[in-house]
């Protein structure tokens, strides 16, 4: 029914940028934010970025300043733009699309996951 899928993960040498995408299907509701969170070996799962709808953004302070995010609501996609990568980037992340189905009730949405590995 819905289907959230990634793409540009990869491997970069620190310093360098990657992006990465998230393109959601299948979604009735008018998303309210769209956000990317990142999970590092033996480490909880963490927030990195979110957009909300009327384009209004927040980041995390270890990427505020290097990462931009970016999202089309009318697409249903969302990207994160990830200049001078550090090693300590190194994670899987993961896009969510949260949904407002009521006043009071939401829903998330979680993609599958990306590897993006940052060397030194």
């Known amino acids: 029914q819905v289907q959230l899928v990634e793409s540009g993960g990869g491997s970069v040498q620190a310093g360098g940028s990657l992006t990465i995408s998230c393109a959601a299907s299948?979604?009735?509701?008018?998303?309210?934010?769209m956000a990317w969170y990142r999970q590092a070996p033996g480490k909880q799962r963490e927030f990195v970025s979110i957009i909300a709808s009327n384009g209004g953004t927040h980041y995390d302070d270890s990427v505020r300043g290097r990462f931009t995010i970016s999202g089309d609501n009318a697409k249903n996609t969302v990207s994160l733009q990830m200049n001078s990568l550090k090693p300590e980037d190194t994670a899987v992340y993961y896009c969510?699309?949260?949904?407002?189905?009521?006043?009071?009730?939401?829903?998330?949405?979680w993609g599958q996951g990306t590897q993006v590995t940052v060397s030194s």
């Open positions: 299948g979604i009735t509701e008018i998303v309210n934010f």
């Open positions: 969510k699309f949260t949904v407002r189905e009521e006043l009071a009730r939401s829903t998330d949405y």
